[in-house]
């Protein structure tokens, strides 16, 4: 156990679905990660939210939208996903300090969510 | 993005032995971190390293930095079949980017 909760732990979709992964921290961190895992690939920083601002978005198709309504929940929504999204998604949380510059610290990751997009 | 380049993709070895597996980055680093992974699960922290030590321990494991070299590396003493999993770097550029990491399987 994390700290960090991903519902669901795994999800098959269509391409023209709607659907949400959530991710919730317990560590009291205030900052939150998206990241996606695809095979051969390395892991791949989606958004960065630091007190619920979103400070990052990695060139991310649209077609992926993040949510960060408090600093201890994350959700990433999705609509008209493509088969290569299929992935897994992984929401991480650390304890950052404010200011540009300040270092991530120690990562904690969920367990992620599997998506398959048919 | 800057991110560690893990070495080599995959190792093989018997329980009892030693694993190493080495990093590469490219710019200048405040700090490098080791995580793990066990197949399709989330990731583990193990040790952070910052840019000012060499060398450091953390039970079985030893990660030293050699910034002049860019380089790091993970020992893993008297290996365990339990140890088997992915073993990824990290590197930071306003937040941490990840290699593709190292795959490695102890076998009893």
């Known amino acids: 156990e994390t700290g960090v909760t991903q519902t669901p732990r795994h999800l098959v979709m269509g391409m023209t679905n709607k659907k949400s992964l959530k991710c919730e921290q317990h560590l009291g961190h205030n900052a939150m990660y998206w990241y996606k895992q695809s095979a051969k690939k390395p892991l791949e920083l989606m958004f960065v939210?630091?007190?619920?601002?979103?400070?990052e978005n990695n060139s991310v198709p649209s077609r992926f939208s993040p949510e960060c309504p408090n600093s201890s929940h994350l959700f990433l929504h999705l609509h008209t996903l493509q088969p290569e999204d299929s992935a897994l998604y992984l929401c991480?949380?650390?304890?950052?300090?404010?200011?540009?510059?300040?270092?991530?610290?120690?990562?904690?990751f969920g367990e992620g969510s599997r998506l398959t997009v048919l | 993005s800057q991110q560690g380049e893990e070495d080599p993709q995959a190792l093989s070895i018997q329980e009892g032995e030693n694993a190493t597996m080495n990093c590469s980055y490219k710019?200048?680093?405040?700090?490098l971190q080791w995580y793990r992974q066990n197949s399709g699960r989330g990731l583990v922290h193990l040790i952070l390293i910052r840019s000012n030590e060499r060398e450091k321990h953390s039970g079985r494991l030893r990660v030293t930095l050699d910034t002049s070299k860019k380089s790091s590396s993970l020992l893993i003493t008297a290996s365990r079949a339990a140890d088997t999993a992915s073993y990824f770097c990290a590197t930071e550029e306003y937040a941490l980017n990840f290699g593709k990491g190292t795959s490695l399987l102890v076998t009893p």
């Open positions: 710019t200048s680093i405040n700090n």
């Open positions: 991480a949380s650390s304890r950052r300090a404010q200011g540009q510059g300040a270092n991530t610290g120690e990562l904690f």
């Open positions: 939210y630091n007190f619920k601002e979103q400070t």
